[in-house]
């Protein structure tokens, strides 16, 4: 089946001093997580933000917008930003309750959203509807041997009476942790906000008591958006410490009614022009041989929404009869637009999406 819009964004954020995503400790030496790239031919170690932090801190927001919005569905463990899933909408800490099925399961936000995998004779299982690869920096030589990681010292202090509480009299206790700064560094998300409130491996609809199911969907679209944007201007593994650093220079946002190619990553150099090229040819295949007259093919063609910040090779001008290409100065403009884009969709192939 396939459900109707599907999201797909990327872009660059600036990066100061900050801790991506811890990798563990060493005595009280805290690493911060690395991996391997090539760049012309050369192998570099680089610090880098895991698919797996942003797609936390992006459940952790989610759940703070979606209830400031007035979202009522969400357990403890969502709302608190713990990330175990698979439980119950009325679940509380100290009750907690196994979902019997995907339909009970997903009435909770996060394991709508983000999944879960119940590991049991029944094998209930969600795929996650927001895919988010690593962040890494930009793939230019210049770039990757600008990027640095470093430790920087902290210095904690210990009241005496707690050193004589506890028999200790190490009055200070330092330790070094890692931080990491890239002039540009690169991401890229995947949001399949279709399928919000429907299940994927079950027959049957949910029903949730005194919530109208279109508003509920419309909601937990508009508050996956909306926490995207916090994520990736905001992310850190460790905020409580050292709150990120960071600037968001150039995003590119995709709106479509029907499947289209997952998006080229913000590290690659050429990541608009690449994905736009790919976009052309993805959709002049997908309707060549269809007669354009016919009630149809004008109901089954595919329709693309490029909206783009700070990209100055994006252009309205690069727009067709069936991709829109917009250029906007202003961020909030294009946030703003996004949501009202991707409601307007869910609301236009409400009637007519094909289902299973």
């Not at 890239?182 to 949001?191: D, E, H, N, Q």
């Not at 309707?287 to 149809?296: A, F, L, W």
Request: one cysteine or more.
């Amino acid at each position: 089946m396939y459900k109707p819009p599907y999201i797909a964004v990327a872009g660059r954020f600036e990066l100061q001093v900050s801790v991506l995503t811890g990798l563990g400790a060493i005595g009280n030496y805290n690493q911060h997580a690395v991996a391997r790239i090539v760049v012309d031919g050369r192998t570099y170690e680089v610090p880098v933000l895991t698919g797996n932090s942003l797609k936390h801190w992006h459940a952790v927001y989610l759940a703070e917008i979606y209830k400031s919005l007035g979202g009522r569905n969400l357990n403890d463990l969502c709302e608190r930003g713990i990330g175990s899933r698979g439980y119950t909408v009325d679940s509380k800490l100290d009750n907690l309750k196994r979902a019997s099925s995907e339909i009970e399961a997903i009435k909770d936000l996060c394991n709508d959203i983000h999944g879960f995998l119940i590991p049991r004779e029944e094998n209930i299982k969600r795929d996650s509807l927001v895919k988010t690869a690593f962040a890494i920096p930009v793939l230019t030589e210049s770039n990757i041997e600008n990027t640095s990681k470093f430790a920087v010292q902290h210095n904690k202090v210990v009241p005496p009476q707690v050193t004589r509480a506890t028999n200790n009299d190490e009055k200070m206790m330092p330790y070094k942790q890692e931080y990491a700064t890239s002039s540009s560094y690169g991401f890229a998300v995947r949001m399949d906000l279709g399928y919000i409130l429907v299940p994927m491996y079950e027959q049957g609809e949910v029903d949730l008591k005194n919530t109208s199911l279109d508003e509920e969907k419309k909601l937990r679209a508009k508050s996956s958006i909306l926490a995207l944007f916090n994520a990736i201007t905001g992310a850190g593994s460790k905020q409580a410490r050292a709150l990120p650093i960071s600037s968001l220079r150039e995003i590119v946002a995709v709106v479509s009614n029907m499947p289209i190619p997952n998006i080229v990553h913000g590290a690659y150099e050429d990541y608009f022009e690449s994905y736009l090229d790919t976009l052309k040819g993805y959709v002049k295949a997908l309707n060549s041989g269809t007669s354009s007259g016919s009630k149809e093919s004008s109901a089954s063609s595919i329709r693309v929404k490029v909206m783009c910040y700070g990209i100055e090779k994006c252009s309205d001008d690069q727009s067709s009869t069936v991709i829109e290409v917009k250029r906007y100065t202003s961020l909030q403009e294009l946030l703003e637009n996004l949501v009202s884009t991707t409601l307007s969709a869910m609301n236009q192939n409400k009637s007519n999406s094909p289902n299973r």
